[in-house]
């Protein structure tokens, strides 16, 4: 017989109600809904709303209250991957749309979607928001986590005792700023990606932005997109080397800069208006004592996480959503899913020299990745291997592998136009909407216009 | 007899090597050198280099560690203050640079300066750079703080016990970014001063300042010089209401922004490239428990200090430099000496009670300021204060207000020549010199330029 009482009296702490803080919330409810006894739940949240990543600030820097900024959200984000790629499985977009909608929604509209599903419970009440994590520590004898948090609101710390503690705070949020001889005297505006919200600053600019990620690529084409006189992009070993429209480009890496003037690895010097660092984000945990930090570059399988999720030398530490990412929210989901099982006591982990032998075996093949689609076929492997564990409703992982596979051709073929493409959803099968303005032509991000306004279009001859 | 060895086995920790914290060291090597014997000292700046404010950095949001960015200090800014108000009175300026200089030296100038003093000593070897404090807490039994640090570089963290700790951590760091509607929208740059490094950006621009301290002054004129199109500074109160030479005008509040227009009080309508909130800066100290934080908004005498430094409740706190400021080195000085002299037992602190009701006599003092005048008064004689309390060298705090009156005059007569002003030094009786340049016609900011240039400048039949 089930123990549905194991939790009485137990206390999990989230740190950070974005996309994975939330996911665990729901995962408990979940079980709520089951008849089980939830343990008290308490996630801090240092931003006012929830959404992490998702709820946009004009702010850089610091915020209200002189916190870091954890958002590098910009205006004029449509997803950059099909949105049948990271669906929830247990709430659809027509649950929540009540219509098929395009497969590159604008963020305004990934966000609504998050909060739908989440706001169906209670979940705002687990929430203290404007509270911030300063100093964990963790209690070998009580094996209770000790945690300082700070009401910003208030100007007022205290701490909590708590015997879960789950690790949601994200790791999109602290730049990589590499330095390059002359950056100092340049005389334009100098950004990292973290600190950009929006190319309407750079119209009729000539950018240079460094890096040759997902972050590189999609403000570069967003400068283009609305009006920037030209933009470079400068990478370190690899171009993405996809066929660039006239106005964008491709160079080698910057060597130095004098005054306003570039200086690149193959002999090209060129004049730039500003500089963006798209160079990556650190993985930082200010608030954890060194021992129990994830110390670890971007990558699929960071080191130290048993099932990408559980500190090894104490489980009860549990992080989420630390992966570099192909899938996103269905990942936090089901990796959300297998850690409330271990607090739930509905699952039990290995000693920690089988966790070590089964990460070892994850990371030896990592280590082996070539390719793009290797990367997403490893992914796929981990959810599966997630969706075994726990009771998250199954989708085809097979299927999902596929479109990133197609999305990634897309991209290579157009860059400019592969977010009017299409795709069916695993969780319905249902086919996306064709979008009623493409792409490159819809300047506006907001819901409104990207739910309605094609209904309320006025008269248009051509069409007929 | 003096008893030299009363601070054996003492330790003292200072978070900051900035102007403050360096004064503390500089204070500590002071009675060294008079034979005693020094508590174990122990300063932690979190930079990779001292000086505080004065270590400029290009950096802006988190720095390579990705901690807050401490720095405020932007290029091409001249001190706005002659630099005989500040002086050293252990150290002059005739001492550092061996020969007359101007009133109001480049930053580079006066960093150079400050490093001056503590090159003498082995200060360097009290510091441990790259380190933040994570947190702090203060054991009632055993009377001593036990701070976790974190020595960014390794990425490791660690506990150290001490006796006395001293807050040297600057409040020049933290924004205060007000919201105004419509704000999210704005097309153009948003900054706050703090990651305002210099004009270049803002050439041929129209820019909108908001706030009318030093920082919107300064940085108003500094734009104006270096060849923005327009400088508006907009005010909440008062204006500075100053002569503004053409191209820059004071209006009052804005109200609200849409797209890249500002709305002002008075139903002035104006378009801006750029917007720099000069909006101040907020008391932060995240590492401290609430009890132990100093909490207040900017001004001349902070509630919960005695004599501006003890935190009353718990005066082995201590705090340096947390005034608004007028005088500025000189006060970290003569507040170090009188914090020094307390913890080495050679001063000894009122009851708890004594100690309210001089702050108490201060605070009513504070809050019947109206003028500026009263509060370069009001400083004053808050240093003499201080300076009867300890055996810092003597100045004539007297002249130095005098001189503080005259250069409110020299700024309100004319913002653009008052830095070709000179003044006679307190400590040497030298008379500054004439620099070799005009201070609207100088747009190179290095040490350089400013020491040596004059003396190889080329023949200039005009002079003759």
Redesign the interface.
């Known amino acids: 017989m089930i123990n549905k009482n194991v939790m009485k009296n137990k206390r999990v702490g989230i740190i950070g109600a974005g996309p994975s803080g939330l996911a665990q919330i729901r995962a408990f409810e979940a079980l709520k809904d089951q008849g089980y006894v939830m343990p008290e739940i308490i996630c801090f949240e240092k931003q006012e709303n929830w959404g992490g990543m998702w709820n946009y600030s004009?702010?850089?820097?610091?915020g209200?209250y002189?916190?870091?900024?954890h958002g590098s959200m910009y205006k004029y984000l449509w997803s950059n991957g099909p949105k049948e790629c990271l669906e929830f499985s247990d709430y659809s977009f027509d649950e929540h749309f009540k219509k098929p909608i395009s497969s590159y929604p604008p963020r305004p509209v990934l966000f609504d979607y998050i909060q739908g599903r989440i706001k169906k419970s209670n979940a705002r009440e687990y929430i203290r928001f404007d509270t911030?994590v300063?100093?964990v520590s963790f209690d070998e004898e009580t094996q209770k986590f000790s945690v300082?948090l700070?009401d910003l609101k208030i100007?007022?710390?205290y701490t909590e005792e708590l015997d879960f503690l789950v690790v949601a705070s994200g790791h999109f949020s602290?730049?990589n700023?590499p330095?390059f001889k002359g950056?100092?005297n340049f005389?334009?505006?100098?950004?990292?990606a973290?600190?950009f919200?929006?190319a309407?600053?750079f119209?009729d600019r000539n950018v240079l932005i460094i890096g040759s990620s997902y972050s590189a690529e999609d403000i570069g084409v967003q400068c283009y997109k609305h009006g920037s006189k030209s933009v470079t992009l400068s990478y370190r070993s690899n171009p993405i080397g996809i066929d660039w429209p006239e106005g964008i480009k491709e160079l080698p890496l910057v060597t130095h800069f004098e005054d306003d003037t570039a200086f690149f690895k193959d002999g090209t010097t060129e004049k730039y208006d500003a500089v963006i660092m798209c160079t990556g984000y650190?993985h930082?945990f200010?608030?954890l004592?060194?021992?129990l930090?994830l110390?670890t570059k971007n990558n699929l399988f960071p080191d130290q996480l048993y099932k990408g999720i559980f500190f090894n030398q104490l489980p009860q530490l549990i992080y989420l959503g630390m992966q570099d990412q192909y899938y996103t929210f269905n990942m936090f989901d089901a990796q959300a899913w297998v850690a409330r099982d271990f607090m739930m006591d509905r699952l039990e982990l290995p000693s920690e020299a089988e966790r070590r032998f089964d990460m070892d075996r994850w990371l030896k093949k990592n280590n082996e990745l070539e390719s793009s689609i290797d990367n997403v076929d490893f992914q796929s492997d981990y959810i599966k291997d997630l969706l075994a564990l726990s009771d998250y409703p199954h989708f085809s992982v097979d299927k999902v592998a596929e479109m990133f596979k197609e999305w990634l051709l897309d991209k290579e073929e157009d860059i400019l136009t592969y977010r009017d493409k299409t795709y069916q959803s695993v969780v319905t099968g249902t086919m996306a909407a064709q979008h009623h303005t493409d792409w490159m032509d819809e300047l506006d991000d907001s819901k409104e216009r990207y739910l309605y306004a094609a209904e309320e279009e006025e008269f248009i001859p051509e069409r007929i």
């Open positions: 004009w702010r850089t820097g610091v209200k002189g916190e870091p900024i911030t300063r100093w300082v700070d100007d007022k710390t602290t730049p700023m330095y950056i100092e005389p334009g505006t100098v950004m990292h973290h600190d919200r929006g309407d600053q119209i650190k930082k200010p608030f004592p060194d021992e930090r110390k």
